[in-house]
């Protein structure tokens, strides 16, 4: 934890929660509020259950509650699969949050509880559509109000302008709805220049090949686990040329290839130029691909994508220094398999908050 005096009788403390996130109350003797960010809504239950606990413990029922309610945009909505249905999805997704939202808020039981940093807009011609269903479909406070009509906390979904002064609401601005059409007739300058791209040269598809075979011998033996065989296609944006990564037994090449590919590919992943050297070249450019929606993965069929051969990209789409621990971790492959398959059989399933299988609705079936 550390503390901070920011002004005479105020206090800071940033305390941190899992996956290098953290959460900041601030205390001035009279009132305490707390900002979570995106550090509690989308942890594991048993993160949620025991932070909310011990901000209890440590400053009693909070004043002030602001907790981030979003999903990352990447996941599950800048995947497709044959047969998705992309809307229901993303509501699903959002869903899960918002119940995540409301469990935090529930177990704090502030005076004041607010949603807040994940009212964004995505302008990409490939995910304009996702605003609507994420933002419009169900308000974390409309949900936290139908699961919890008694409480006395005073849950409000704030937009810009909205005031609080001295423990009173002196201005209410609330969200509204998100519409596409006025998207497109406000923000036409901005969409326009969200779908820009600059197509890059061959001699530059060939250096990020390059980066990306340094990566396949960094992690060779972490990718020689994958039992199957699979071949990805790297697209970037205008260019005439993909980049080729196929995997053949303990074989994994890499190519830089014109397009149309001859053959289709497993999977294909479309980003920018731009995006996939930021990613391969600094310790944190990856994010911009992970937690932002850097990019679009297409699946050929959904035998495919149940697979998640995106999980074997996503080791190759960031800097590597050194090699990733063995997916199978300290144990021989077959024993950790056999564990595997008798977790399922007694219906234990693992974290399955990126598991694309969990996420996916498809028409008329489910993926896996």
Known sequence: ???????????????????????????????VCLNLNDALHAAPHAVRRDMTRYLIERYGKPDYVFCGYGTASHFPNCYQVPGKDKVASAIKRQHHFNRAWTSVIAGLAPRFAFPFAADVVLLQDDLLWLNEPVHNTERPTDLFCRLHPAADTRVYDPAPGFTVENGRVVREVLFEPVSLDALRRTRAADIETANKFTAPPRAQVEELADKLRENVTTCRRYLAEHGGNYSILV?????????????????????????????????IFTTRYSYLRRALTTPYGHETIFVGSGGIWSY?????AAAHLHRELAVLLRKQITPPRSRFGEQPPWLYQAKQKIARAMGRRPNTLYDLAAWTVLIGAQLG
């Open 235 to 267: 697209t970037l944006n205008g260019a005439a040329e993909a980049i080729s990564i196929a995997k053949h037994g303990a074989s994994i090449d890499v190519q830089v290839v014109p397009l149309p590919a001859a053959a289709q590919p497993d999977l």
């Open 300 to 304: 050929r069929d959904r035998g495919v």
């Open 1 to 31: 934890m550390e503390r901070r005096e920011i002004a005479p009788g105020v206090r800071v403390e940033i305390t941190p929660t899992c996956g290098d996130d953290t959460l900041m109350a601030v205390d001035d003797g009279d009132e």
